[in-house]
Nanobody, 126 residues
Framework: QVQLGEFGGVLVQAGGSLRLSCAAS????????MGWFRQSPEKEREFVAT????????GYADSVKGRFTISRDNAKNTVYLQMNSLRPEDTAVYYC???????????????????WGQGTQVTVSS
């Protein structure tokens, strides 16, 4: 089992940058594929980015491709989401998620993840 905690959500101006972190408990972090999702009040929770166990594979939603970068440091049990060129429509609660897997692959759907953090609020002002 793994516990997740997100950090780094703040108020930022449009065009700015922000890095979110998600720290995981436990000694088997490298056995988990990781993902970032987000939810705003008027929308369902949506996929943002995913990264495989070793970090060799990544995937992004079209809406963030080229602006956001997911990465991980397995020695620190942490996954990151670097967000650049932020837009007001990026405003949401951002969640990290983990899935225990034997495969070096990526996962794009909410129901493919077993564990979730509590979320961190990102607000982008125009």
């Amino acid at each position: 089992q793994v516990q997740l905690g997100e950090f780094g959500g703040v108020l930022v101006q449009a065009g700015g940058s922000l890095r979110l972190s998600c720290a995981a408990s436990g000694r088997t972090f490298s056995m988990y594929a990781m993902g970032w999702f987000r939810q705003s009040p008027e929308k369902e929770r949506e996929f943002v980015a995913t990264i495989s166990r070793g970090g060799g594979r990544t995937g992004y939603a079209d809406s963030v491709k080229g602006r956001f970068t997911i990465s991980r440091d397995n020695a620190k049990n942490t996954v990151y989401l670097q967000m650049n060129s932020l837009r007001p429509e990026d405003t949401a609660v951002y969640y990290c998620a983990a899935r225990n897997t034997d495969y070096s692959t990526t996962y794009y759907r909410n129901n493919e993840y077993n564990y979730w953090g509590q979320g961190t609020q990102v607000t982008v002002s125009s």
